[in-house]
């Protein structure tokens, strides 16, 4: 039995200008955290969570305490995961940076700072209170629901500042039980399928080969003919557009 787990987006509807200034708010104050915790961990050669959560839980907790205090947790394991990413890369490049710069920065949420409510919005811990987001849920987040993937406790939040939207990176988990055949015969091989013989039962497994060979192909059919009509048989525009597909025009 291991467990497995599968990564999914999802944006919330448009929000009121006041409500996404708290996201903003919030965004900057958790942004602030991590980069004061990948300097003081460098420069304290810190490079455990649990160091550097002891190292710095109550001045985080002075220094934003209208925030939830596990805001200080999540802070320091993306800051310490940032951290040994940078000294990986920096034995490799040998870049000349003293400190990980902090550039796209991801709120990272723990059990007790979200929680779904219902099927279709969720509620988020910020420092002027829990506050409710409507989300639209899509056809792949709906795939997962419908076959009892569990939500994992941990989740990110992104903000999308053109459509003023919140973005919720979900993680969904299930436990899946190994089973290790002791040997199998292929017994048929279709263009969309293949049937396996094993252990002395037939299963038939669903490549979809077919549908993405046929969808390549009108594909570059439909390409063909639109620059066709346009510029002329074998136009310089097709050419390149079939190099990108990987046929010749």
Known sequence: MF???????????FLPRKVFRIFSELEAMYRNMVEQLVVHAIEKDIRSFIKLKTSR????RELYPSLSSH????ACQDAITRVKSFLKIKRIDRTG??????????????AHLWRMDGLTSIRIATHRG?????????????????RNWNLASEA?????????????????????????????????????????LVDGIVYLFESGLKD??????????????????????????????????????
């Not at 839980?57 to 985080?60: A, D, F, G």
């Not at 409710?132 to 629901?145: D, I, N």
């Not at 939207?165 to 979900?170: G, T």
């Open 3 to 13: 467990s497995v787990t599968r990564t999914v987006v999802v944006r919330s509807q």
């Open 57 to 60: 839980y109550s001045y985080l």
């Open 71 to 74: 805001y200080a947790y999540t």
């Open 97 to 110: 940076r003293r400190y990980p710069v902090v550039n796209k920065v991801s709120i990272w949420l723990d």
């Open 130 to 146: 829990w506050i409710r987001v409507e989300l639209e849920p899509h056809k792949l987040y709906w795939k997962y629901v419908s």
């Open 156 to 196: 990110k939040l992104k903000l999308d500042r053109k459509s003023r939207r919140i973005e919720v990176v979900l993680v969904f988990k299930k436990d899946v039980e190994v089973y290790e055949p002791k040997g199998y015969i292929a017994v048929d091989v279709n263009e969309n399928s293949i049937a396996v």
């Open 212 to 249: 993405i060979t046929l969808g390549y192909y009108y594909r570059r059919k439909s390409v063909q003919e639109k620059c066709d009509k346009i510029y002329g048989p074998g136009s310089r525009i097709a050419r390149k557009i079939m190099g990108k597909l990987g046929g010749r025009g």
